[in-house]
């Protein structure tokens, strides 16, 4: 079982950023491949970013290419998404997962991880 906790979301005008993080309890974090997902009020959840298990590979939505950075830190169980130059279109509560046996790729779907956090609320004013 994993478990993880998000946070690091809030109110932000148009233009600003925010860091994310996802703290994960498990005792082999760097056997997991992590991404963020997003869900907006009326809207499926949708891909945002996924990072390798070393950190070394990550892929982005085409919404956020160049804006978010995904990174991992393996020592601390932590994922982080970076958001810069944010945009109302962003607003949306963001949830980190973890999959121990996808491949990295683009384009993945919310059924194809295992494990979920409760998310975090992003809101992001004109």
């Known amino acids: 079982q994993v478990q993880l906790v998000e946070s690091g979301g809030g109110l932000v005008q148009a233009g600003d950023s925010l860091r994310l993080s996802c703290a994960a309890s498990t005792g082999s974090f760097s056997s997991y491949v992590m991404a963020w997902f997003r869900q907006a009020p009326g809207k499926e959840r949708e891909f945002v970013a996924i990072i390798s298990r070393t950190g070394g590979t990550t892929y982005y939505a085409d919404s956020v290419k160049g804006r978010f950075t995904m990174s991992r830190d393996n020592a601390k169980k932590t994922v982080f998404l970076q958001m810069n130059s944010l945009k109302p279109e962003d607003t949306a509560v963001y949830y980190c997962?973890?999959?121990?046996?996808?491949?990295?790729?683009?384009?993945?779907?919310?059924?194809?991880?295992?494990?979920w956090g409760k998310g975090t609320l992003v809101t992001v004013s004109s």
């Open positions: 997962a973890a999959d121990r046996f996808l491949q990295v790729r683009m384009r993945v779907g919310p059924g194809e991880m295992d494990y």
